[in-house]
């Protein structure tokens, strides 16, 4: 079974960091590109960025993240990274990871049950 | 960027019924448009890519079509596990990838 479990989301205090990860299964994770896309509460779905697959052939993020998000993977530990820094209010949201099939920015499939990020004081 | 707008952004609906959902893109984005639904508390799951073509696993009632700026997403015979909110995403201009603003479909 194709499955994608993400971890590390919690509370944090503006300007404080997070790491977040999503552990893939039932697929060669390296054939992928993978993304987050994040949900801020009663909210509609936002991308937060993009890494390739194998080489890490192109890395992209939205504007909102940009010079703060890193994203990163690890192909032989099939695990995907997003790596959050000067964390803001309205980065509060749930963050999920999703597999990238297809042309173009692809479609995204299957998604993670996503973990919950708190940003506040 | 390319904007995705979807109307309605609530419908309310009978168990039984056929609905039409319509995403209209900025500019032309070809077929490249994706359809998800959402369940409260639930992660999307793909319905629809590239336009018109089923994921696996769906049911035949749901249906997409359109090219360029619009595009349909069609439920036939609505079911009670149908009411959800659906959103269309586009992948034609990346970054960024850019998703409609959700249309909730609510039992009438």
């Known amino acids: 079974e194709v499955q994608l479990v993400e971890s590390g989301g919690g509370l944090v205090k503006p300007g404080g960091s997070l790491r977040l990860s999503c552990s893939a299964s039932?697929?060669?994770?390296?054939?992928?590109?993978m993304n987050w896309v994040r949900q801020a509460p009663g909210k509609g779905l936002e991308w937060v960025s993009s890494?390739?697959?194998?080489?890490?052939?192109?890395?992209?993020?939205a504007d909102s993240v940009k010079g703060r998000f890193t994203i990163s993977r690890d192909n032989a530990k099939n695990s995907l990274f997003l790596q959050m820094n000067s964390l803001r209010a309205e980065d509060t949201a749930v963050y999920y990871c999703?597999?990238?099939?297809?042309f173009g920015g692809g479609w995204f499939d299957p998604w993670g049950q996503g973990t919950q990020v708190t940003v506040s004081s | 960027d390319i904007q995705m707008t979807q109307s309605p952004s609530s419908l309310s609906a009978s168990v039984g019924d056929r609905v039409t959902i319509t995403c209209r893109a900025s500019?032309?984005?070809?077929?490249?448009l994706n359809w998800y639904q959402q369940k409260p508390g639930k992660a999307p799951k793909l319905l629809i890519y590239?336009?018109?073509s089923l994921q696996s696993g769906v049911p035949s009632r749901f249906s997409g079509g359109g090219s360029g700026t619009d595009f349909t997403l069609t439920i036939s015979n609505l079911q009670p596990e149908d009411f959800a909110t659906y959103y269309c995403?586009?992948?034609?201009?990346?970054?960024?990838?850019?998703f409609g603003q959700g249309t909730r479909l609510e039992i009438k």
């Open positions: 999703a597999r990238g099939i297809g």
């Open positions: 039932g697929f060669t994770f390296s054939d992928y590109s």
């Open positions: 890494i390739g697959s194998r080489t890490s052939t192109y890395i992209y993020y």
């Open positions: 500019q032309s984005i070809s077929s490249y």
């Open positions: 590239a336009a018109s």
């Open positions: 995403q586009q992948s034609y201009s990346s970054p960024p990838i850019t």
